[in-house]
Structures are given as structure tokens and as C-alpha cells.
């Protein structure tokens, strides 16, 4: 079965959240990409989180050409010829966000394939897994921030995840200083703490906007109202630094969404610089790729998690593997895969259920591939 045509497609989706009762529209950045095998199956994937363009740009004129007439089913082989193209000197950003959307939808060929869904064949660990919410997000106002949470709390979520440190060090010249963020941010996370109580858990996630001071305060301060984990609390995920911070707080350590390369995640478990590390199917390198790294993880016995939203390719992953634990329910990209292929996680009490269906079961609308296409 070989690849015969990849195409990708920037897409820019209106999003709102309608879901948490707050109008703040928006828009998510997808590249969604089909893979078509001579046979005439089609697989889907996507990536995420950056720029859609030059991601399409880069699959479209770059990785495809590269890899049409290899066997669909090599993820391997496929994989790493991508990799030399794309990344000769072991580059990552847009390379690994192209190389990720065309491996799941190598994987999604793979499970139609074979009939199976693709955290089934992962390995099957467990049906039903836990999901928690991002939806602490710095643009809503302090009044608004303890409500949000406590409607999510109601819609059976047993834990949420709150954006801190924003905009941080990526905000320039004008930006609140880290002290007075830090300040803000403490205050939001005790209010939420005490209005919903001790048995929900809180984690917190600095997108790696913080420099070491302030990510210590955080947690000095945040300790005492018991914090599930905090994500990428360091810039660059700075592995000497990670290691510090996680040798003085009892507060667990994650990081991940967002790196390209295997070697990362070496680093990080070599200097014991995270609890759980959280390698993104959609921009990690695909499924192929987050395989080699959960292998590491094991080995460790350090689990990973779901970080970067795209639940519902990312829940396959944690789904199929019994290092994997819990899936990311982010409002703004569940709205968006909505929009996209009209699927949400099916959420209940906390939980979500897999579905059986071959691949990721997921198909796009033809409609938005057309009107949300992202034209510059
Ligand atoms: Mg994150």
C-alpha cells in the first residue's frame, strides 16, 4: 500500500466558549493534512499550536514530495525520511509540527487499515480514561475566573488546570513584571481553592513564560493549597533549571507539549527534572515518535500525560499505553475539533470513553476545509 498524494490545508477556526458561558471569540490555528494510499484509503492528521501556513507550506512542497510512493504502513521508514529532509541539522519547530500531522495521518491509515482503532493498537491499556480541564485562562478577570471554574467543576471534571505566569517573558518591554504576575496569580488559585473545595485537583501551567525566581515563589506560596502538578514552569524548559525547581518544591514537575525532539525528553529524565513528561502526538513527532519516547518513560517509571490539548488524537495515546494517564479537555481546541470534525471527548464524571472506531474516527467537514482555510 503506497502513499500516493499528501496535501495540507491551513485552516483558521472561529472558536468561542460558549461551553464555559464567556463570549471571547477567537480563533484556532490548525494545519489539517490527508495522506491517500493507492488503494484509495485516506488518513487523517493535524498539528497545531503555531503558525498554520508555513506548516502547510512545508508538507505541501517539502515532506510530501518526499515520501509519496513509500509503503503508508512504515511509519519508520516514512518517519525518518522526513526527518533528514525537514531537519538535516536536527532543527525542530515548524519541521516537527509537518512531520507530526502527516504521521497521524499515517496512523489513522494504519488503523483503517488493519480495522482497529489506533489506541488499540498502541497496545489497548484501558478503554476509559481520566480527563481534566484547562480552563483557568489569563483573559478572564478575576471575577470572572472562580465562576468558570466552579460551572466546570458542576459539568463532573475532577481536576482543572489554570494558566499562570501569562504573558510572562514572551509579553516585551510593556508587560506586567513577573513579581506583580506572580502576585495576581497566587491570589486567583487560593480563591479558586477555597471556593471549590480540597477534593478537586488544581494544576497550574506557565507555558514556559517564567524564569526560575518566579517559578520558586509560585511554589513556595502555592504548596499549602496542594497543587496537582505545574507545567512548563521554566523558559525553554531549561532542564538545569527544571531540576532545580523540582529538587526544592514537593509540588510535581511536567513539561513537553510542545518539544520536537526524543532527546529532550532524555534529558529531562536523566536529570530528574519532571514527574510526568507530556510528549504531544500532534507536534512531538507523531505517534511514531511519542512511542520512542514513552518507551523512555517507562523505563524511568515516570508516566506521561496529555499537555497541548488535541484530545481526541492525544487520548489514543494515553488510551493505548500503560504508561499513559489523563487527557487534556482545553476548551478552545475541543471547540475547535468540533468545529472540525464534529467529535468531543465524551466526558462523564471525570472520565472519557474511547470509541472502537478504525483509526482516530475522526473525518472532517468539507464545508470548513473550505471556509475556515486560512488564506494570509
Ligand atoms: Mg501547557
Known sequence: MKIARVAAIPLRI????????????????????????????????????????PVAETVNSVLGPEIVGLNALSHEEVWNRMYWKASPWGQTGYASHAISAIDIALWDIKGKANQQPVWQMLGGARSSLPIYATCGFSFLKDEEIVDVVKRVVRQGFKGVKLQVGRPGLGGGRN??????????????????????????????????????????KLCQTLEEVDIAFFEEPIVQNDVRLMTELRRETSIPITAGQNEGLAYRFRDMLLAGAVDVIQPNAIITGGMTQCLRIAGMASAFNVPISNGGGAPLHNAHLQAGLSVGTAVEYQFNTVAA????????????SGMMT?????????????????????NG
Open 337 to 348: 475539533g468540533q468545529v472540525l470534525y464534529g467529535e468531543k471527548p465524551s466526558q462523564t
Open 175 to 216: 508587560a506586567p513584571a513577573l513579581n506583580e504576575l506572580v502576585k495576581s496569580d497566587i491570589k486567583r488559585v487560593r480563591a479558586i481553592r477555597s471556593a471549590i473545595g480540597p477534593d478537586i485537583e488544581i494544576a497550574i501551567d506557565a507555558a514556559c513564560r517564567l524564569d526560575l525566581p518566579s517559578a520558586r
Open 14 to 53: 472561529p472558536v468561542n466558549f460558549e461551553e464555559l458561558g464567556i463570549d471571547h471569540p477567537g480563533h484556532n490555528s490548525i494545519t489539517h493534512v490527508e495522506v491517500e494510499t493507492d488503494t484509495g484509503l485516506i488518513g487523517y492528521g493535524m498539528t497545531s499550536i503555531t503558525q498554520a501556513r
Open 354 to 374: 474511547m470509541s472502537d472506531i478504525p483509526g482516530f474516527g475522526l473525518t472532517p467537514n468539507p464545508d470548513v476545509l473550505k471556509s475556515a482555510r486560512d
